[in-house]
């Protein structure tokens, strides 16, 4: 049977439900949903619930959450946010709440946060931050997360 690729619209053949003519094409599907608002606030919603996140804490509301990761770009190394939750949290061993996920740290991509974890404070991470920059631009054409 005949099908279009729901991502490059390229013709393939296939006798099941397959929405996609190759695992490149599944892949950027799957990014493409991670990157989602949707996606992402779903994602925070669970691990609130998890972590018992006062229902009170600004952080359930869409729109702290909104106001917090809405320009999409990584305060420390400038590049668009590919997944994830994109929260930072400024003490990396309590829980994510509206205080230890304040907006001067947010939105934080995988690959910056991966870099602080726990060993970098929120200011160093910003010292770096001309360095990070850097370094992005230099591999952008490799993918860093």
């Known amino acids: 049977m005949k099908k279009l ?3 490059c619209d390229d013709s393939f053949e296939a006798s099941s439900p ?4 190759s695992a490149e094409c599944r892949n950027e599907a799957l990014r ?10 779903a994602s925070l919603q669970r691990i609130l619930q998890k972590e018992k996140c006062d229902p009170r804490d600004p952080l359930w ?5 909104a106001s917090l ?3 999409g770009i990584c305060v420390f190394c400038e590049s668009p946010i590919e997944g994830g939750i994109a929260l930072d949290r400024e003490n990396p061993s309590l829980g994510h709440t509206a205080a230890n996920c304040p907006a001067r740290s947010n939105p934080v991509c995988g690959w910056c946060n991966g870099i602080r974890s726990n060993r970098l404070t929120v200011d160093q991470m910003f ?8 370094f992005r631009k230099e591999n952008k054409c490799q993918k860093l997360k």
């Open 61 to 65: 509301k869409f729109s702290h959450y």
């Open 32 to 41: 493409s949903r991670q990157r989602s608002f949707n996606t992402r606030w």
């Open 18 to 21: 397959i929405k996609y003519c």
């Open 5 to 7: 690729c729901s991502v």
């Open 69 to 71: 990761i809405g320009s």
């Open 127 to 134: 010292r770096l931050k001309p360095l990070l920059v850097e």
